[in-house]
C-alpha cells in the first residue's frame, strides 16, 4: 500500500549532508568518541542543552535511543508512527499494565509526537517545590526571562482555531459558569492537520527535531542514534561518559566525555543511572516518579465533530486544578485529546457489536480527559522506577484510593461539561460503563461503578520525577542546578528531576528549565 505524503516540505536532514549524523548500527565495535559534553537523549532537555552547549563551542555529542526519523517519514499512519516513533511501539505501560504511557522513541523524543499544548510551570507548583524541597533559583521571576525566550524561540502562543472537539469543551465550561481559556502551541504555520502525534508532516510543530537539534548540528555536534546507552563510566568521583549499544547489532562502543548530561526521561533516565550503579547512599534514584494519572470521557453529538481534524488540543479550563487547595484533594486539569480510529477503538473499552456500532459514529464523538495532579499529598508519592532481570526499565505505581478519589471526581466534571455542551449521550472510559442519555443517570452509574485497577482505563503521556531536585542529598538525586549529588561532572536536565508532577504538560517547563541550567553548566564548563 502506498501511503500519503505531503510533498514540498523541506527535509533538512536530507539537504545538509555534512552533519555528523551516525546511524550506531553502522559502528564498529572499536569505536571511541571522544566529547566536551555527552547528552544522552534528544527530547526537550537534551535538545535544549545541546543547542546551547555547542553555540557555546564545546564538543557535544547526542545520543539517542530511536531511530532517525524526519518529514520524510511521517506519513499520518497511527500503525507506522507507533511502531516508529513511540517507546515499545505506543506499548508501554507500568509493571501491574494498569496504566499507558506514551512516550517517544525518535530523535526529538516526545517533542516529535506530543499535542503541542505548551504551558509555563503553575506558580504554586514552584512555590511548593521550594517550601518542601528547598529547590532554590526557580521561582516564577526567574524562571519568566527563560520562558519568554523558548517561547519566542519556538513560536508558543495561544491557537484560536478551535476545532469542534475543543469548542465542545469551551461551550459545556461557558454554560456552567467555568473558565476557559486557549492552549498556547509551539508552531509555526500550522496546517491544522490534527495529526501531531504521529510527527508533523509539514514541519510546522517546532519540535527538538527541526530546531535545537539541527542548530547544534550547525555548530558541529555528533548526533548518534539507535544508541542505547548501556551504563555511564566515572574515573574516580566523576563521570566520564558512557558504554553504549547500538540497537540493531551487537556493537558497543565507548564515549568519553568532560561532562555527561542525561536527557533520557523519567523511566530510562533513572533506569540507565541504577544499570550504571551510581553512588547512590539514601537510594533515591527512581523514587518519586510521578505521572499525571489521566482518565477519560467520550460524548457523541448529533452534529459532526470529527474529531481526527484540527489542533489536537486548544481548549484546557484549570477551574478544578487548584479549587481545593493545593494539599487537599487531587486537583485536575481537563483537556481535549483527538479521536484517531486506532487510539479511540482502545479507549472507548468494548467489544463486539456494541463496540463497532460506537466506532462507526467517530465522526460524531467528542471526548474530554482529565490531567490528575500528582505528588502534593502523602497519598500521592508517585511510584519507582526499577530494572527487570534484563535491565530493562520499569514504573512499579501503585493507585491509592485518594486518586481513584480525584477519578471519580475527574468523571463527574468531564460528564457534566459533555451534556451541557449539547452530547446526546456520554459513555466513561470504563470497563463496566455504558452510554448514559443525561447527567442524572450519569451520576447514579458513577456511584454504581468499581474504581479499582483494570475497570477504569488510565494513561498518561506526562512523566516526571525519578531523580528529584532538592538541596538536600538524603531526599533528592541532584541539586537545584541539576547536578548529581554524588558525583561529580553529571547533569541530569530533563522532566525527571520534578520533585512532583506540575500540574500541566511539561514541555515547557523543561524547554525553560534545560535553557536555564545548560547556560550555567556553559558558564561553569569555561571555567
Known sequence: MTLPTITGIKDIYAENPDWLVTDANTLTPDTKIDADVLIIGSG????????????AGFKVVILEEGP???????????????????????????KDQTISLLQGRCVGGTTVINWTSAFRTPQKTLEYWASEFGVKGLDEAALAPWFEKIEEQLGISPWLLANANNNALQQGCEKLGIEAEPIPRNVKGCWNLGYCGMG????????????TIPDALNHGAQLIFNARAETLTSDGN???????HATAASNTFTITARHTIVAAGAINGPGLLLRSQLPDPHTRIGKRTFIHPTPFSFAQFDETIAPYYG??????TDHFIWKQGVSGPMGYKLEV??????????????????????????????????????????????????????GTPLLDYSITDYIWDGIKRAHRSMAEIQFAAGAKRVKLAHANASWQSSFADMLK??????????????GSAHLMGGCGMGEDPTTSVVNSDCRYHHLDQLSVIDGSVFPTSIGTNPQLSIYALAAKQATKLAQQLRS
Not at 44 to 55: E, N, P, V
Not at 71 to 77: C, E, K, Y
Not at 238 to 244: E, H, I, N, T, Y
Open 337 to 390: 485529546p483527538p479521536l484517531h480510529p486506532g487510539f479511540t477503538a482502545a479507549l472507548l473499552c468494548g467489544d463486539g457489536q456494541a463496540h463497532y456500532e460506537a466506532m462507526s459514529q467517530l465522526p460524531h464523538l467528542q471526548s474530554v480527559l482529565a490531567l490528575l495532579r500528582d505528588g502534593f499529598h502523602p497519598q500521592s508519592q508517585g511510584g519507582n522506577v526499577e530494572l527487570s532481570d534484563e
Open 68 to 94: 532517525l526519523k524526519t518529514v520524510s517519514d511521517f506519513r499520518m499512519q497511527e500503525n507506522q508512527a507507533y511502531h516508529d516513533l513511540y517507546q515499545e511501539a505506543g506499548a508501554r505501560m507500568t
Open 44 to 55: 526537550a532537555g537534551g535538545g535544549i542543552s545541546a543547542g546551547i552547549l555547542s553555540q
Open 445 to 458: 452509574e458513577i456511584e454504581q461503578l468499581t474504581y479499582r485497577e483494570y475497570d477504569v482505563l488510565i
Open 200 to 211: 508533523c508532516p509539514t514541519n510546522a510543530k517546532q519540535s527538538m527535531l527541526i530546531t
Open 238 to 244: 566523576k563521570a566520564a561518559g558512557a558504554k553504549v
Open 311 to 316: 489542533a489536537p488540543q486548544s481548549i484546557y
